[in-house]
């Protein structure tokens, strides 16, 4: 006590207060107003954006660089902010990149900080979002055989995915090395216009190849929702990208032992189901938007799309039916006729991985000649992309429901889920199911011109082409029990939510076996 009687400060608490304040300002007032300058959010203020209200809780406040005496000072949280929040009330764990500390880059101490958030994410059951902006490696520390040795490779499972929970990541401005990393084993990724997701940045390519770099060709958003399917969707600003993680989280359980989330439905959310005959042409050669159909089935307003630039013959998309979360894979004749490319191939599979992962049921829309074939095809490694797509359909334990709307042919009758890699398989009236296209058929049966036709007008070739029709009818196939339910186009949404209910995974409380958790999807 002090002699007015009042309790004596310990020198300690000023100490934290100062000490707390530095941390606080991350790289300082002049980074963070250059920053702003920009339009582009800090670290801090994106997790104000990305968490509910008052709920982040700092992992590591104090933490700073000790590799370098001098560096103690000035590496407030060593460039790395991690922590606990909550999105929707839900408890997260988060990693955000501060770059206004040394570039974000990685250190021994910052790697830590990652460490635990995967640890606590993993063996507690929570989410983890990560987000990138990140100058790769902290070069003094790493230099050497000493700082290899010191850095690299003490965690075996750093970069080891087996999906025990969701992964989100944003990347939201220069990423290299390890946030890149990051972002490519995450189950969401998330890119910001104008942001950089690369091996290693332009300088460095630059050095290396002799010519310089353009960052948007090396790792821009174009290439990465375009070309690569490394990126699930772009966004103009931070803001909208944290909230992408936001709705993509909304979609998913917390750990992979729960069913998802179950949402209020709005009233009249099964009315443009009701016409969803007029959506789709009912001649067969007639291209459509398959998206339309998806929005008509799902609840109004709740489709989330996944990889839309990438793969465009095939679409994949989050969605909810009666508030339960589903996952609509859907051929789109709009791009190449519907038929699946290798790119369509590889964006399926990896949709398939993410909802066997986390109980998500799957509903397959068909209406595909079949497979892009040729010798561009063949370079692409179709047959491996598509016995790719094909053992992973197979290995699925959740309930998978597939819906023949006009054609399937072949080998991709299989797999979009024909036979008995559906749970249940229904077809509209004028859906048509054969080997192959029957204007094909026809002539290669019949050899075409040669075998004997002079022409398509020929009587002969038309009795062929009608036979070959009507052989591919809906009602053979019903017969013989291929399909279990042919039913009308308006029929279609009540018998997905009945047969969802079916077929949901009781015994196990909505859980499935998680065959495909630790299967890589980064290719």
């Not at 670290?43 to 700073?64: H, K, M, N, Q, V």
């Not at 070739?461 to 019903?478: C, H, L, S, T």
């Amino acid at each position: 006590m002090s002699e007015t009687g009042r309790p004596e400060e310990h020198p300690g608490h000023d100490d934290y207060g100062q000490r707390k304040r530095r941390a606080l300002a991350m790289g300082g007032e002049a980074k963070l107003a250059a920053r702003r300058a920009t339009g582009v959010l800090n670290a801090r203020e994106r997790i104000d954006a990305l968490l509910d209200p008052g709920t982040f809780l700092e992992s590591g406040l104090f933490a700073a660089s000790t590799s370098n005496p001098q560096d103690r000072e000035n590496t407030p949280g060593d460039g790395k902010i991690a922590g606990y929040g909550r999105i929707e009330g839900r408890e997260v764990a988060l990693v955000v990149n501060d770059f206004t500390v040394k570039g974000a880059s990685s250190t021994a101490v910052n790697g830590r900080k990652i460490g635990q958030m995967k640890r606590v994410a993993t063996e507690r059951g929570l989410p983890l979002v990560l987000l990138g902006e990140s100058s790769g490696a902290r070069m003094p520390d790493t230099m050497g055989a000493a700082g290899m040795g010191a850095m690299l490779g003490h965690d075996p499972a750093q970069y080891q995915r087996t999906r025990e929970t969701p992964w989100a990541s944003g990347v939201l401005g220069q990423c290299y090395g390890s946030s890149t990393w990051y972002a490519c084993i995450a189950d969401c990724n998330v890119i910001r216009k104008g942001a950089v997701m690369a091996v290693s940045s332009p300088r460095l390519c630059s050095l290396a190849v002799g010519e310089t770099v353009d960052h948007e060709e090396l790792g821009g958003w174009e290439l990465h929702t375009e070309v690569t399917g490394l990126a699930d969707l772009a966004t103009d600003s931070d803001e909208e990208a944290l909230e992408a993680i936001r709705a993509f989280l909304s979609y998913l359980p917390a750990h992979h032992n729960e069913a998802p989330p179950v949402r209020p439905v709005a009233p009249g959310a099964s009315a443009a189901a009701e016409r969803l005959g007029d959506l789709v042409p009912e001649r067969r050669t007639r291209v459509y938007d398959i998206r339309p159909v998806l929005g008509a089935l799902a609840d109004p307003g709740s489709l989330f799309e996944l990889k839309a630039r990438f793969g465009r013959p095939a679409v994949t998309a989050l969605g909810r039916m009666e508030g339960r979360t589903v996952g609509f894979i859907a051929n789109n004749p709009m791009v190449k006729g519907g038929a699946l490319d290798a790119d369509a191939c590889d964006k399926i599979t990896s949709f398939l991985v993410l909802c066997d992962s986390f109980n998500i049921p799957l509903v397959l829309l068909v209406d595909t000649p079949g497979f892009v074939i040729g010798t561009e095809a063949e370079r692409k490694r179709a047959p491996g992309k598509i016995i790719n797509f094909m053992n992973a359909l197979s290995l699925v334990s959740v309930p998978k429901l597939s819906i023949i709307l006009r054609k399937t042919y072949g080998q991709a009758y299989l797999n979009m889920g024909g036979g008995r890699n559906s749970d249940e398989v229904a077809a509209w009236p004028t859906a048509e199911i054969s080997f192959m296209d029957p204007d094909f058929a026809v002539q290669v049966v019949h050899g075409g011109a040669e075998g004997g036709f002079g022409n398509t007008d020929d009587p002969a070739y038309q009795a062929a082409r009608e036979r070959m029709g009507r052989d591919a009818q809906v009602w053979d196939i019903a017969a013989a029990y291929g399909v279990q339910h042919v039913i009308r186009p308006e029929e279609t949404r009540p018998w997905l939510l009945r047969m969802l209910e079916v077929h949901r995974l009781r015994l196990t409380g909505g859980v499935g076996q998680h065959r495909l958790a630790n299967w890589p999807t980064s290719y």
